[in-house]
C-alpha cells in the first residue's frame, strides 16, 4: 500500500525576488512524499497565484488523494484525476521516482532516453533599476546567458542596455510577465536585437496576445503564461517561436514531455523553466531540459539556502541529480 504525506516548506530567497507582479523574499513550496514500504518517491510544486493557486488549496486537493493513493491510484490515472497545474506535478514526479527506485533505474532510463547531460541554465536578474541591474550583471558577466526581469515602463530599454553593457557576452532572454503594451513593443524590439537579447518571453497578457499575429518578430517570441498543456497549443500558432515548459504549469512530468515532443512536431523552440523553488523541482525539469535550445532552471542559485543534497551547479553548468536527491 501506498502512503501519502504533504507538507509545506519555505526557503530564504537570498535577498529578493521582483517580478512585474511584485516582490517576494520566501520561496513557497508543497513537498508530497510517496512511500511503499522501503521505498520513499518525493515531489516538489510552488502553488502560483497567478493561475489562482494557494499552499493551503493545494495541499487540500492532495490530502483529499490519499484514499485513492492507497487503493492502488496510478501516475497514468493521475493525469484525469487532477488538472493541470501544481498539485498534480508534485504527486506526478512523486510518482516518477516511487517508480524509479522500484525498478532500480534513473527516470530518464524509465523514458528511454539515449543519455542525460548536464544543462546550462539561464541565470535570472531580478527586477530593479537600470543601475541596479547592471551592477547584477556585472558580478554575472562570466554566465553564457542571462535573464532579465522587466516591468513594460520607460525605464525597460535601460535595464537592459546596462547589463548589456557590463555582460557583454551574454545571450539576453528578456521577460516582461505580461507587462508590456504594443507601444512599448513597438519601440522596444527594434533596439533590443542589438543589445544581445536571443529571446523574448511573454510580452503580453494571456487574453491579448493575439496582437502577435500582426507583429514583427525580429526576436523569437516565448509563450510562458499563454502556454501549459498540449492543448493549448493550438492557440499559440502565429503567434510565438518558443514555448516555455514549466512542470507547474503542465501538472508534471509526464505531461510536460508529452507537450515537448508535440511542439517540437510543430516546429517550436523549447525552453524549460520552473518557478522559484528547490533542486527538487529542477531535478525532473532536468530532463525535460535535455536538447532544449533555452533552460531556465536556476531557482536553487536565488536561494539563501538549497535542499540538501541539491543539483550540483558549476557556474551556470547544471549536472545531473544524485538518486538521493530524487529520480
Not at 272 to 300: H, K
Request: hydrophobic share 40%.
Amino acid at each position: 500500500m501506498t502512503l501519502l504525506s504533504v507538507k509545506a516548506e519555505s526557503f530564504p530567497i537570498r535577498g529578493s525576488f521582483t517580478i512585474s507582479r511584485g516582490s517576494k523574499t520566501v520561496a513557497e513550496v508543497v513537498t508530497v512524499e510517496l512511500r511503499d514500504g522501503s521505498l520513499l518517491g518525493r515531489g516538489e510544486c510552488v502553488p502560483y497565484g497567478r493561475y489562482g493557486e494557494t499552499v493551503a488549496g493545494v495541499i487540500k486537493d492532495l490530502e483529499e488523494l490519499t484514499p485513492e493513493i492507497a487503493a492502488g491510484l496510478t501516475r497514468a490515472e493521475l493525469q484525469t484525476v487532477l488538472p493541470p497545474g501544481a498539485a498534480r506535478n508534485a504527486l506526478d514526479c512523486a510518482f516518477w521516482d516511487l517508480e524509479a527506485k522500484a525498478a532500480g533505474l534513473s527516470v530518464w532510463q524509465l523514458l528511454g532516453l539515449k543519455h542525460f547531460d548536464s544543462v546550462i541554465t539561464a541565470y535570472t536578474l531580478s527586477l530593479d533599476t537600470p543601475d541596479n541591474m547592471g551592477a547584477a550583471a556585472k558580478s554575472n558577466a562570466n554566465r553564457p546567458v542571462l535573464k532579465l526581469k522587466l516591468k513594460g515602463d520607460r525605464d525597460d530599454l535601460e535595464r537592459v542596455r546596462a547589463v548589456h553593457a557590463q555582460a557583454p557576452k551574454a545571450a539576453l532572454i528578456v521577460d516582461a510577465n505580461e507587462a508590456w503594451t504594443i507601444e512599448s513593443y513597438n519601440f522596444l524590439i527594434p533596439k533590443l536585437r542589438d543589445l544581445g537579447v536571443v529571446l523574448i518571453e511573454q510580452p503580453f497578457p494571456v487574453d491579448a496576445d493575439g496582437i502577435l499575429r500582426d507583429l514583427s518578430h525580429e526576436i523569437a517570441i516565448c509563450a510562458d503564461e499563454s502556454c501549459h498543456g498540449v492543448e493549448t497549443l493550438s492557440s499559440l500558432q502565429g503567434k510565438y517561436e518558443s514555448i516555455n515548459i514549466k512542470l507547474d504549469k503542465t501538472g508534471g512530468l509526464t505531461e510536460a514531455m508529452t507537450l515537448k515532443r508535440e511542439a517540437i512536431k510543430n516546429g517550436y523552440q523549447i525552453m524549460v523553466g520552473s518557478m522559484l523553488a528547490t533542486s527538487l523541482s529542477m531535478a525532473p525539469a532536468l530532463i525535460v531540459a535535455q536538447g532544449a535550445q533555452f533552460s531556465d532552471l536556476d531557482g536553487p542559485l536565488l536561494l539563501a539556502k538549497d535542499r540538501e543534497p541539491g543539483l550540483s551547479y558549476n557556474g551556470s553548468v547544471i549536472s545531473p541529480s544524485e538518486a538521493k536527491l530524487w529520480g
